[in-house]
T-cell receptor
Framework: RKEVEQDPGPFNVPEGATVAFNCTYS??????FFWYRQDCRKEPKLLMS???SGNEDGRFTAQLNRASQYISLLIRDSKLSDSATYLC???????????FGPGTRLSVLP | DGGITQSPKYLFRKEGQNVTLSCEQN?????MYWYRQDPGQGLRLIYY???????QKGDIAEGYSVSREKKESFPLTVTSAQKNPTAFYLC?????????????FGPGTRLLVL
C-alpha cells in the first residue's frame, strides 16, 4: 500500500460547482497534514494546513479523520483559477519527513 | 523580498556529465530539502538538511550529492551515476525541524538530458 493515496482524477467540473478531494495515508504516526496546490510546470504552494477540528478558509474546507486515516478538501463555488493539481502532504512529529501524495488534477470549466 | 531561488530554470546535461543545481534562501530557515518530480507523479525526497554541515539521504539519493556549507545554500549535484536524471527538481525550506512547519518551495529547475 502506498504511503499516501489520493483520488486519481482528473476532475472536470463547471464553474460554481462544489468538488471534494480525498486523501488516505498509511502511517498512523503522521502528525501534520497539509494541502498544497501546484499549477502546471510550477512549484507547489501551500493552500492550507489541516487541523483535527477541521478548518475553513473562504471557499476551502479541510477535514482530518485520524481514526480512518484520511483527509479531505472541499472547494465550494469553484472558479476557473482553482484549476490546478492538489497535493496531500503529511509530516511526522519531528517535521523531518514530508510525504507527498501523487496529486489530484482539477479542471474548472467555463 | 524573502524567498527561495533556484537556478537555472532549465538545464541540459550531456551523457557522463555532472551538473549542479543551485538553491538559495533568505528566509533564515534551518531545514532545506531537494525533491524530484516526474511527469504525473508526486514529489520524491532526494536529500534533506536540518542544519549547516549536516544532511541526510532521502528515498532516492543514489546518483545525487549535496553540501550545506552555508545556511542559505543547499546545492544539488546530479552525477553521471544518475541514469535517468530528466525531471523537475524542487528545492524547499522550512523554519524549524522540531515544529513540523510547512515547506516553502523554490520555482524549480527542469533538467533535460541531451
Amino acid at each position: 500500500r502506498k504511503e499516501v493515496e489520493q483520488d486519481p482524477g482528473p476532475f472536470n467540473v463547471p464553474e460554481g460547482a462544489t468538488v471534494a478531494f480525498n486523501c488516505t495515508y498509511s502511517n498512523s504516526a503522521s502528525q501534520s497534514f497539509f494541502w498544497y496546490r501546484q499549477d502546471c510546470r510550477k512549484e507547489p504552494k501551500l493552500l492550507m494546513s489541516v487541523y483535527s477540528s477541521g478548518n475553513e478558509d473562504g471557499r476551502f474546507t479541510a477535514q482530518l479523520n485520524r481514526a480512518s486515516q484520511y483527509i479531505s478538501l472541499l472547494i465550494r463555488d469553484s472558479k476557473l483559477s482553482d484549476s490546478a493539481t492538489y497535493l496531500c502532504v503529511l509530516s511526522d512529529d519531528y517535521g523531518q519527513n514530508f510525504v507527498f501524495g501523487p496529486g489530484t488534477r482539477l479542471s474548472v470549466l467555463p | 523580498d524573502g524567498g527561495i531561488t533556484q537556478s537555472p530554470k532549465y538545464l541540459f546535461r550531456k551523457e557522463g556529465q555532472n551538473v549542479t543545481l543551485s538553491c538559495e534562501q533568505n528566509l533564515n530557515h534551518d531545514a532545506m530539502y531537494w525533491y524530484r518530480q516526474d511527469p504525473g507523479q508526486g514529489l520524491r525526497l532526494i536529500y534533506y538538511s536540518q542544519i549547516v554541515n549536516d544532511f541526510q539521504k532521502g528515498d532516492i539519493a543514489e546518483g545525487y550529492s549535496v553540501s550545506r556549507e552555508k545556511k542559505e545554500s543547499f546545492p544539488l549535484t546530479v552525477t553521471s551515476a544518475q541514469k535517468n536524471p530528466t525531471a523537475f527538481y524542487l528545492c524547499a525550506s522550512s523554519t524549524d525541524s522540531g515544529s513540523a512547519e510547512t515547506q516553502y518551495f523554490g520555482p524549480g529547475t527542469r533538467l533535460l538530458v541531451l
